[in-house]
């Protein structure tokens, strides 16, 4: 991976990079896959389904959110450098956990545009 600045290098190189023996993109990588597969996966299902799926990404993304936070914290806090990568994925899970907190606040709004959008379905 291409780190930008030295931040990327002192939190690449430190304590906290690996859990588990596993370096911390790997759940990144895995984290985001799942999200893809919920969101992918989501229209195909049975409606009642589909709604525990939208929990599931609420779930998910929270998750994802609440551990950047953490690692955002270690990173301004005790390691004193900043990740240019992994402050951009805390950015992003943030965006997709409020994307789907909206969708299960306001679900219905969603599927009304939908058919407004397409009239013929």
């Known amino acids: 991976m291409v780190c930008l600045g030295t931040g990327c290098e002192t939190v690449?190189?430190?304590?906290?990079?690996?859990?588990?023996?596993?370096?911390?993109?790997?759940f990144g990588v895995a984290g985001y896959l799942l999200v893809?597969?919920?969101?992918v996966a989501e229209p195909l299902m049975v409606p009642a389904v589909a709604g525990?799926?939208?929990?599931?990404?609420v779930g998910v993304t929270g998750f994802g959110f609440l551990y950047s936070l953490y690692l955002e914290y270690l990173q301004g806090f005790?390691?004193?450098?900043f990740c240019a990568w992994c402050v951009t994925s805390g950015v992003v899970?943030?965006?997709?956990?409020?994307?789907?907190?909206?969708n299960v606040v306001y679900p219905e709004l969603d599927a009304e545009?939908?058919?407004?959008?397409c009239p013929n379905t």
Request: glycine share 4%; net charge positive; no cysteine.
């Open 36 to 39: 893809t597969l919920l969101i």
């Open 52 to 57: 525990a799926a939208r929990y599931a990404l």
């Open 12 to 26: 690449r190189l430190s304590a906290y990079a690996h859990l588990w023996g596993l370096p911390m993109p790997a």
């Open 93 to 102: 899970m943030t965006v997709l956990f409020a994307l789907a907190v909206y």
């Open 113 to 117: 545009r939908l058919g407004q959008a």
């Open 78 to 81: 005790v390691l004193h450098a």
